[in-house]
Every structure is written in C-alpha cells, then in structure tokens.
C-alpha cells in the first residue's frame, strides 16, 4: 500500500511538477539579451541593391557595377529608415527586406555625406515596427552593447560586446572622416553599416558604421543623439513638406522636449507655444526630441491645424498648431543665389558628378562668381562644382531655395560649403552678403 502510494505520489509530482520545471528552465534562457533583441528586431531592415564604383585601374575613370548590401532602422512607422550613405549612395533600386522576409523598395529621401548618414522611405501599405531609441549622453566604457545587422548578407546577425571607447576619431579614407564614435569589440561586418547598436535594455544608442580593416574586435558607431540631430535637419517639414513651424527643442530624459526658441512670427508663436514649455505631445506623436516634431507634422499641409499638448507651470494645456508655406518671395532662386552668395549655378547632370566623385548623388555647375562677393571671397571658382551647403545637398534648385530659407529662418551665417574640383573635395565658410546685414 504504502509503495502504491509512492508511486502515485511521484506520479502526480511529474505530472504537476515537471512542466513547471521544463518551463521554468526556458524561461531562464530567456536573458536580458534575448529579451532586448526581440524588442528591436521587427524595427530593423536589410538593404540591398546594386552601385557603380570606380574600377581601380588604368582604364581612365571606368565604373563598375557591384552589390551593396547594408542594413538601416526604422524611425516612424510610414517607413522612413536611417542608414548609412554609403550604403544607398550611387544605388539605382533599394532594394530592403523586412523581418517578416517581406521584400520591397526604397526611395532615397535625404542625405548627409559628411555625417554619412541617409533617410530612406520604404514603399509599405502597412504601419512598420519603430525602433526604440536612446541616448548616447550616459554610455559607459565596459557596458554591454549589441550590433544587429545585414552581416556579410546574413540578415539580422547578432554580435555581443562592450563599449571599448568613447569620442573616437576615425579617418576611413582620404575623403571619409568620422568624429566622436564610439568605440565597441562587438562584432562589426561588411553589411553591419546603418544598423542599431542596441544597450542591455534593448534601447538603440548608436548606429554602426565602421570597422577597422585587419582588425580584431575593433568596431565603430555613431552616438544615436549626433544621428537624431541630423536625421531631425534631413527629415524636417521646411525640407520635405516645404513648410515651417519655428520650433526648436531639446530631448529632457522621458519627461518630453523642452523648448529652448520660438522663432519669432513663426507659427509656433502664433499658436501660443512659449520659450520653456514641455512638449509632451503632437498629435498622435509622443515627443522627446526634435526629430518627434517633425515626424508628426510631416504630411501636414499650411494651414492644417495640429493639436500640441504642453506642461507649463506644471500644468498640462493644450494648443494648436497652424503650419504656414515657407516664403516664396526674394525673387527667383538663381537671383537670390547671386544676390546672396555671388554664384550662378546651372543645372549637371549626376552622371557627370558621380564619375568625378561617386559619394555625391548630384551638383551644380559654377558658370559665374561675382567678382568681390562672398563666393569669390572663400576662392569658389568658375567651374567648380557645389555638391553641399550646410549639412543638405545642392543637387538642383529646389535644394537651394531651401537652404537660402532655413539660413534666413534661423540665421545660419556662415554657411558651410562643398564644392567638386575635379576629383577633390574642397570646403569652406561662406557668409552670406543678405544675411551678414
């Protein structure tokens, strides 16, 4: 008796404690870095697609066709991704890969080649993953971090590692220098470039850029706060939606965005916001950095009224927000490009461009340099060939009437220049003579 009711006994053991237990032993395994990659993996995409290099030999210039591959992160859920230039520059069809293994393309919206930073828009129906972002303004030598990315073609590779170092400076090649990386022996391959560099928390703190070539456990990444600042400039309403709102904030840990300037006649004075306030939310868009504000207002059309809740006096109010056309007088573009900064500048086609320097998606030509202006003062030549202004491309004339808008609206003066002299990158600081009154 007493042994059947051994028996019985372990049985019911087994059965009511044994799952548990097998359970129990799953859920162990699930670490913190199974967890933290599962919270980012859907946000992240591998991009393909094929660009036309220089072949490296003596044959005058030729170019050779080579696939890319790369990998970027999503950063608002119509599709718009972060990568690295280099990764889509010179690529004719994005080609980009979702997690779900959904396959499909991709328009190259924005691009900083002195960042090497780029917004692509992915062609989705459907609402797409946000990644989860950081800061860059706590890291700690030694903490663990994570590189997750399109590694050799192996999509969403993991590696594991520390931060090795921070404010790293790192010249790649002789017209590619990165300032302030961090530094991590994570696992960087060919194919890593754009992708996240994830914390313990699962929160993206960087992006992958670099490797060190012939190195060990030597990898580099750009500070996600550097990347929101200029994704915030490549991404904003004045750029895409040619309209304007007038506000300038700063991330305030997950409390919000606090605003630090309201241009004045701007519509965010107009609208009531004040120097100080809160920005907690725009729209649907929870905000804590600039880049939040102008994801939520790109698509808005001038006039369209946007509510904004903030948190004044430590009060919660609500206002809203009417979005005006960014000005169109002045004159024409090419006029006030000769009125302002002593240039004429005639339309090039990109081919001609990107066979002197395949980094650049297009430029203008120099036909004429005011004798005695601002352009002959920093020695830009007839000839010569604007590629950049500040941290946006000059490839045609829409590009130009933007920037001479954003310099006036928030007093950019000088403007930083890039100009293509043949094969050689030049830059300088322009002032210019409307704005120096």
């Known amino acids: 008796m007493r042994l059947l009711q051994a028996i019985v006994s372990a049985t019911a053991c087994l059965a009511v404690c044994g799952l548990p237990a097998a359970v129990r032993g799953s859920e162990g395994r699930r670490s913190a870095i199974v967890v933290a990659v599962e919270s980012q993996r859907d946000s992240v995409v591998n991009i393909h697609g094929q660009k036309l290099v220089p072949s490296g030999d003596d044959t005058g210039g030729e170019l050779k066709r080579v696939n890319g591959m790369g990998t970027g992160v999503v950063l608002d859920p119509r599709g718009y991704v972060v990568t690295n230039y280099h990764v889509v520059e010179g690529v004719k069809r994005i080609e980009v890969t979702l997690a779900s293994g959904r396959t499909t393309s991709a328009t190259l919206v924005s691009h900083d080649p002195r960042t090497d930073l780029a917004v692509i828009k992915i062609d989705s129906v459907e609402p797409l993953s946000v990644a989860r972002i950081g800061t860059s303004s706590d890291l700690m030598i030694g903490e663990t971090v994570l590189a997750l990315g399109n590694a050799y073609g192996y999509e969403h590779t993991l590696t594991r590692g520390i931060i090795s170092a921070l404010h790293r400076n790192v010249e790649v090649s002789r017209t590619q220098r990165y300032d302030d990386l961090i530094q991590t022996d994570a696992s960087i391959n060919p194919g890593n470039s754009g992708g996240p560099l994830l914390n313990i928390d699962g929160e993206v703190i960087a992006i992958n850029v670099a490797v060190r070539a012939g190195a060990q456990g030597i990898g580099f990444a750009i500070p996600i706060d550097r990347v929101l600042d200029v994704v915030s400039q490549l991404l904003s309403v004045e750029r895409i939606g040619r309209t304007w709102h007038g506000l300038v904030v700063r991330a305030d840990g997950r409390r919000g965005a606090v605003v630090e300037a309201v241009h004045r006649q701007s519509p965010a004075e107009s609208g009531g916001v004040r120097t100080g306030d809160l920005i907690k939310q725009i729209g649907t868009v929870t905000v804590l950095h600039q880049l939040d504000i102008e994801r939520a207002l790109l698509g808005c059309k001038a006039g369209e009224r946007v509510p904004v809740t903030v948190v004044r006096a430590g009060a919660e109010e609500r206002i809203e927000l009417s979005l005006v056309a960014t000005r169109q007088d002045g ?34 030509l120099v036909a004429e340099v005011r004798e005695g202006g601002p352009a002959a003062e920093q020695g830009i030549r007839k000839g010569d060939i604007l590629v950049g202004l500040h941290v946006w491309e000059t490839v045609g004339a829409d590009n ?28 300088g600081h322009i002032v210019s003579d409307t704005l120096r009154r």
Not at 354 to 362: I, T
Not at 400 to 411: G, P, T, V, W
Request: proline share 3%; aromatic share 10%.
């Open 331 to 364: 004159g024409t573009v090419g006029e006030r490009c000769w009125r302002e900064l002593g240039l004429r500048l005639d339309p090039l086609q990109a081919a001609a461009v990107q066979k002197l320097q395949s980094r650049y998606r297009g430029g203008m």
């Open 400 to 427: 130009i009437a933007y920037i001479l808008d954003k310099a006036e609206q928030e007093h950019l003066n000088p403007i930083k220049f890039y100009v293509l002299r043949g094969r050689e990158t030049l830059f």
